[in-house]
């Protein structure tokens, strides 16, 4: 078994029973995802600091597992020294929600150079997808543009296993069709408009 299914395996041991895995986005419906071709991994992030991520070889099926979902809706991997339109860092949890580590704002370049981005409307994601529906792990993928320096999409992605190898092509599935929408249509954007105005108002 690979690395990435055993980590599957581990996130998810303590999901709520009969919760067969799922993934959601939130994205910013005034973005223009058409201008986006290429991409460039600038980190991955462990909220809990459980040492999830010390394993460079881990690293590395987190990155394929998430450069595949991309590479499918025409985008294109590229070194972190060229010219790349997109920046993707991606988090992962493994802690119970009451043991979410506070995140340090402080400094921008531990972060890969960006900002955490868990603040303002992006908060309210957080909230709705991290915390509220804790399980023992989740993996969240950041899309951030480079000439801005703002976040403009991130994918939840929460997986229960009872069977690896099952749960292994669940967690692609689920990831793949989050992804389908990108780049958003018209349509996809109005309904993001629409849950965004509903977590404003539930969280304000």
């Given at each position: 078994?690979?690395?990435?299914?055993?980590?599957i395996a581990a996130v998810v041991v303590t999901a709520a029973p009969g919760f067969a895995g799922e993934a959601k986005n939130d994205f910013d419906p005034d973005v223009d995802f058409s201008r986006f071709h290429t991409f460039s991994f600038i980190g991955g992030k462990d909220i809990g600091r459980s040492g999830w991520l010390d394993e460079p070889e881990m690293r590395e099926r987190f990155k394929n597992f998430i450069s595949g979902a991309l590479e499918a809706r025409g985008l294109k991997e590229v070194p972190k020294d060229a010219n790349y339109s997109l920046a993707v860092r991606y988090w992962v949890a493994r802690r119970q929600k009451q043991d979410v580590t506070?995140?340090?704002y402080m400094n921008p370049?531990?972060?890969g150079g960006y900002p955490p981005y868990w603040t303002g409307i992006w908060d309210y994601s957080y909230e709705e997808y991290v915390v509220n529906n804790y399980v023992d792990g989740t993996l969240v993928i950041?899309?951030?543009d480079p000439a801005t320096k703002e976040l403009v999409w991130r994918t939840f992605l929460r997986q229960k296993i009872?069977?690896?190898d099952k749960a292994y092509?669940?967690?692609k599935k689920n990831l793949m069709k989050a992804m389908s929408v990108l780049p958003p249509s018209a349509d996809e954007k109005e309904k993001?408009?629409?849950v965004r105005a509903k977590l404003d108002a539930k969280y304000h």
């Open positions: 078994m690979n690395s990435l299914s055993l980590w506070v995140i340090d370049m531990a972060w950041d899309l951030i009872e069977d690896r092509r669940e967690a993001m408009r629409q």
